[in-house]
Every structure is written in C-alpha cells, then in structure tokens.
C-alpha cells in the first residue's frame, strides 16, 4: 500500500455497528464488562480506547512499524523513552536539540541520576568516538531544530547496533511522509504530532513508533502505568489530521523551497539554512534519506542585533509570530527567546543558534504572498 493510500486507509475500517466512514470518538471513562475480565477488550480508558486503538494503528503504517503508542504530547512520548532507562544510565544527544527535551534531560531527568551529553552528530565518527560505558540510548533529532542540520540516520543505527545502544529519531520536522526512521535501522520513532501529523494547529499530541513487538508492550506498560494518554477528541483530531498530510508536506516542503531560495538571493541575509541547498553540509545524506527538504527555514540577517530580528519577527501579516510548527499556515519564530530559551546562551552559540536567528515554518498558502509578506519586512 502506498503512502497515499495508507493515510485514508491504513488500520481504519468503518464503524461495524454504523457504518460510519469516520472512526467515532468514543468518549467514555469505563467500560461495561458481563462478568469480572469478560469484557469487549476494553476495560479503562487510560489503558485503551478504540478511537485510540485506530490512529494507533495508522500511525504504525506510515511508519512501517509493528506498534504505535499515543501520548498527550511529544514530551510525553519523550519521558516514556527516558523511562525505559535507569540512574546512572546515558543518553548521547545530538547538539542541536528542541529545547523542550533538553530540559526535560537536563532539569527533569538529569536530578534522578540520568547523565546526558550533546554531540555533533553529522558525522558518524563523532557519535562512535562519544559513546562511553553508561551510553544505553542515541538521541537522534533530523532535521534538526532549529539549525536543520542532517545526521546519517542509517549510519548511526549501525553504530549504535554494535555497541548494543538503543536509538531513537525525533522525526517531527520530517513527518512519516519524508522519512521513515525505522526502514534505516532506528528502534524508535518519536513524533509531536502536534505538528505536522496534525496538521492545523488545533491539537497537542505525540507518539512513538516500534518495529520490535517487546519493545512495543514496555512501552504500552510504561504509558498505562504512568497515564500521558490523549482524550478520544484528541486522537480524532490527529486522525482526521493525517489524511491530508501527504498532501500538506509536499506542498508546504514547494513553498520553502521557493522561500529558501528567495533568502538566499537577498542582499540583507547573511546565511540561509535549508537542506536542500547543495552546499548545505549533509545533503547528500538528506538526499538520500529523505524524499523532500522539509518545510522548515531558518536564515540571520546581515544585520544581526535583536533589534533587526525583532523588526521582522514582529512585521510579518501572514507569518504569524508563535511557537510551535507543521501547520497549515506559516509561522515566524525566535528561537533564542521561544522554543530554545532553556538551553543555555553558550550552548546554543556552539550550534550556531545566535540571538538574531529567525526560524520559519512554512505553510500551504500561495508561495509568493508569503515572498512578498517576508519583503515588505526584510526590506
């Protein structure tokens, strides 16, 4: 089955007792049982729900996985991951992280015991030449946010296969329709489905998805026993979402493509970062493992004080200025003050994420009232 095809269809069949086309949203907190465990397969909301059950199931097709757990959000999915590990245990990270989950590792997590390092993780030597004794998990993030660096998924894997490592990809900027994660060799998909799985910015979601089937029930355990589950509105929601999502990212992935090179060509822009450059640093390896660049943009101004940044983060009329991504409209954001303020300043300077960086979501609308929306700005 095609992807195409595998959005409408995949894990989703009618409604047996109405026929519905849509999968109902069953908004129930229980579930009636004929005697103590004999029951439909359904006992507790927290544990299952069919509304649940389905998206589940479709988001194990589009990533070529065995199994699908749902969150309430993508950090959600993320501290399930975390939990497989123990104190004393490693993460080794990619540098170039969501500030979200580094805060997560470092001020959540990191008081408990876990250690977390961040290294570049373009080049495969690097990562191989990091991993020390405790390292029991590869975060790898690609795209990366907001630097959209590339990092060699398969190549990775193969690393951390022989070291014995479990890895997991942070697929969010890529969407199942440009990457599949788990066909290179990752054990774990991890998506904030919020954004562009989602798709119209009216949802907080997130997911993981596994080809191990043991793995797979850890992690329904770990989901069960600690409760981030997504209401039945929710999973409707991102059901609904994903049957346009092949059609969302590509054209969205069009319009920055045009958008980057615009910034590339303007005499106020100092650097343009979009894999889809020939000249962008791996990608050949985006290239290859990707089917499109993405629709993310980020770019500095020539002008590079908070002042400038400031000037066109808050001019912009279709670009909205907010956090989050992968919507259907375009959104302009400040990583240094928004997404990424919890990293530290000397951190972020190490990746290249300066105070003036400007990051783009780009959405579905007409490619050139964006243009021109970004001109009447940038000046």
Not at 33 to 58: C, F, I, M, S, W
Request: aromatic share 6%; hydrophobic share 40%.
């Amino acid at each position: 089955m095609k992807f195409a095809t595998k959005v409408i269809h995949a894990g989703i069949e009618p409604d047996p007792s109405t026929g519905a086309i849509m999968t109902p949203i069953f908004q129930t907190s229980t579930y009636v049982q004929a005697a103590p465990g004999d029951h439909k397969g359904y006992e507790y909301a927290r544990t299952q729900n069919p509304t649940r059950a389905v998206l589940e199931k479709n988001l194990a097709a589009l990533e070529n996985g065995t199994d699908a757990i749902c969150f309430s959000s993508g950090l959600a999915a993320q501290d399930a991951v975390i939990k497989l590990l123990k104190s004393g245990d490693e993460v080794l990270s990619v540098n170039d992280l969501y500030g979200g989950s580094y805060r997560q590792m470092v001020r959540v997590y990191g008081p408990w015991g876990l250690k977390s390092r961040y290294v570049d993780m373009t080049d495969a030597a690097t990562v191989e030449a990091a991993i020390g004794p405790d390292t029991r998990l590869l975060w790898i993030e690609t795209p990366t946010n907001p630097m959209l660096s590339i990092v060699d998924i398969e190549a990775v894997c193969a690393i951390a296969r022989k070291h014995g490592i479990l890895t997991v990809v942070d697929n969010t900027f890529a969407s199942p329709f440009l990457q599949n994660p788990l066909d290179l060799g990752a054990d774990i998909v991890l998506h904030s489905a919020t954004k562009y799985i989602g798709g119209h910015s009216d949802v907080v979601h997130g997911c993981l998805i596994v080809r191990d089937a043991e793995l797979g029930q850890r992690l329904h355990f770990i989901q069960n026993a600690s409760g981030a589950v997504p209401g039945p509105q929710d999973c409707f929601l991102i059901l609904r979402g994903i049957k346009t999502l092949h059609l969302r990212v590509q054209r969205s992935c069009e319009n920055a493509a045009a958008i980057a090179e615009y910034l590339a060509a303007h005499s106020k822009v100092a650097k343009v970062y979009w894999p889809g450059f020939a000249h962008h640093p791996n990608h050949a390896v985006a290239k290859k493992q990707m089917r499109m660049f993405g629709a993310m943009v980020s770019f500095d101004l020539k002008d590079n004080t908070p002042e400038a940044a400031n000037k066109v983060l808050s001019g912009t009329h279709l670009f909205s200025l907010a956090e989050s991504l992968g919507g259907v409209e375009s959104l302009i954001g400040h990583p240094a003050s928004m997404t990424h303020a919890s990293i530290p300043r000397e951190e972020r300077l190490k990746v290249g994420l300066t105070d003036s960086l400007i990051r783009l979501s780009v959405g579905v609308e007409d490619v050139s009232d964006l243009i021109a929306d970004l001109d009447a700005c940038i000046g």
